[in-house]
């Protein structure tokens, strides 16, 4: 089984996914798996005319509206939907409960083969985690001063929370309300105080939890923030991802998040990858952009979502990224200059 969570203006992108799973996640009837979409916005703003094609669970009918209230006023939207991913996870295994093996997907993720490699990984583990890097960014050509650094993923976490699978087991509820009871209250992002929104939890599961699988298979979550140690290349419909050590392996999913819209993530200003010079991943772009052009949806892009009241951080760029850059180095200077005590 596979949720994702959305807004309504990620509609498209979460139904593409669910198109993909169809395709590459089948029973041994032959029919697809099932997807569910949590949806962490109202319903109510849906068009009247819209049907999805996959069930919708919206959040209000996992959380209380008192709860949800609260939530909302105080996080933006992004923050909001992480502090409701682990509530509604927890929902689905309550009331799916044929549901044993259950992956989680951020929208921009699109599935390009075979799902099996990820239920035989669950076979003998409770969850899995897929690591943003395997190796130091130092360690390729790219020149020192590069970012992302290993710094940067202590702040965000080494784990991505865009994708997580998990198999029904005592384990995994205490894992879930254990993550459910963090969240809940600090999914902000403040890199100062150590927070970065479900993700940063992360970290702790593989020393807190049994049975927790790293998977570092160079196939599994190929992403902007892992491009400078894998490329890629085409074999008739599928891909093979090449690591640095020359190993080949197919790719089971790919993260758009920062490659087709690079105001999207945690990388906004990365300088690692020039998608331009990587014809691999512009072909691989290609191929996943006609897969939601396929998905033409009639629905409002510009609406803001109805939960996170809080705004979102907007992405400076060009010259009042620079002035920005440039203030914080005067305060920064002042803060070091020993002023007399006026008394």
């Known amino acids: 089984m596979l949720l ?7 509609l498209p992108q979460a139904i593409a996914l669910g198109d993909s799973f169809s395709r590459h996640a089948l029973q041994p009837n032959g029919q697809p798996m099932r997807v569910l979409i949590g949806l962490v916005d109202d319903p109510a703003r849906l068009p009247a005319d819209f049907v999805s094609p996959y069930p919708l669970l919206p959040v209000g009918e996992v959380l209380p509206a008192e709860q949800l209230t609260a ?10 939907a992480a502090a409701c991913k682990p509530h509604v996870i927890a929902h689905v295994f309550r009331h799916f409960p044929d549901a044993d093996q259950l992956i989680y997907a951020d929208s921009a993720i699109q599935f390009m083969g075979s799902v099996t490699p990820v239920w035989e990984a669950l076979a003998n583990a409770t969850i899995l985690l897929t690591p943003h890097i395997t190796r130091s ?18 702040n965000i976490g080494l784990y991505s929370a865009d994708f997580l699978a998990f198999r029904r087991s005592a384990e995994t509820d205490r894992f879930l309300a254990w993550w459910q009871d963090r969240v809940t209250e600090r999914a902000y992002i403040d890199f100062c105080a150590g927070l970065c929104t479900d993700q940063i939890w992360l970290m702790h599961v593989p020393v807190f939890f049994r049975d927790v699988v790293v998977v570092k298979n160079p ?14 290349q085409s074999s008739g419909t599928s891909w093979l991802v090449t690591d640095p050590t020359g190993q080949n392996q197919p790719l089971v999913f790919v993260n758009l998040k920062g490659l087709s819209n690079p105001n999207e993530g945690f990388f906004p200003h990365q300088n690692r990858v020039k998608l331009a010079h990587r014809s691999d991943i512009q072909a691989l772009l290609t191929a996943c952009k006609s897969t939601l052009s396929a998905r033409r949806l009639t629905l409002p892009e510009a ?5 996170g009241q809080q705004p979102e951080p907007v992405v400076l760029r060009g010259w009042k990224r620079s002035t920005v850059k440039s203030l914080r180095l ?5 803060d070091q200059i020993p002023l007399p005590a006026i008394r």
Do not use: M
Request: overall charge positive; charged content about 15%.
């Open 4 to 10: 994702t969570l959305c807004t309504i203006r990620q």
């Open 71 to 80: 939530l909302s006023a105080k996080y933006t939207p992004t923050e909001f």
């Open 137 to 154: 960014p130092a360690s390729g050509p790219q020149p020192g001063g590069a970012w992302p650094d290993e710094k940067y993923f202590q």
């Open 219 to 232: 196939g599994w979550h190929l992403a902007l923030w892992n491009l400078p140690e894998r490329s890629l």
């Open 303 to 307: 609406q803001a979502p109805a939960y």
């Open 330 to 334: 005067v305060t920064r200077f002042l």
